[in-house]
């Protein structure tokens, strides 16, 4: 499998208590979760389903 890299931005969302997580080189991701450990797991499963 080919190892691919992907830019995403994350900024903790103060009024909603979540982290969120956008991409340009990822169409269609947004993401939320309350820790940045659920964050990156997410990111995990997302981004394979988006791609």
Do not use: C, N
């Not at 994350?10 to 979540?18: H, K």
């Not at 993401?31 to 450990?37: H, K, L, R, V």
Request: without cysteine.
């Amino acid at each position: 499998m080919k190892q691919m890299t992907f830019k995403v931005q994350a900024f903790w969302d103060a009024e909603a208590e979540v982290w969120v997580t956008t991409s340009k080189d990822v169409p269609g991701l947004v993401i939320e979760a309350s820790t940045i450990e659920v964050l990156t797991q997410k990111l995990r499963e997302m981004i394979p389903e988006l791609i």
